[in-house]
Nanobody, 115 residues
Framework: QVRLVESGGGLVQAGGSLTLSCTGS????????MGWYRQPPGQQRELVAN???????NYEDSVKERFTISRNNAWNTVSLRMNSLKPEDTAVYYC?????????WGQGTQVTVSS
């Protein structure tokens, strides 16, 4: 059974930074692409960034140059460092992987950026 647990969300002022972490179990981190999605209030869930097992990264345009995704396969963790946060980054952030054809999600962590 796959389990993804996020941590690190919170309230921050615009221009500030936060780091989100996700620890996975029941998934082979050596082969899984891991990602972060977010769902702003009243909007659909969207991809923020993902990283392949080999370390290739992909970012949504609005977070490029501000967010950095990284992973530690030995510790089964994936992190999202968020700098220069903006109020429009306010959302619930979810850790994600697609494993054996099924989407797997964490419970989500709230990020609120005040102006």
């Amino acid at each position: 059974q796959v389990r993804l647990v996020e941590s690190g969300g919170g309230l921050v002022q615009a221009g500030g930074s936060l780091t989100l972490s996700c620890t996975g179990s029941g998934v082979n981190f050596k082969i899984a692409t891991m990602g972060w999605y977010r769902q702003p209030p009243g909007q659909q869930r969207e991809l923020v960034a993902n990283i392949t097992a080999g370390g290739i990264t992909n970012y949504e345009d609005s977070v490029k140059e501000r967010f950095t995704i990284s992973r530690n396969n030995a510790w089964n963790t994936v992190s999202l460092r968020m700098n220069s946060l903006k109020p429009e980054d306010t959302a619930v952030y979810y850790c994600h992987t697609r494993y054996y054809g099924r989407n797997q999600w964490g419970q989500g962590t709230q990020v609120t950026v005040s102006s």
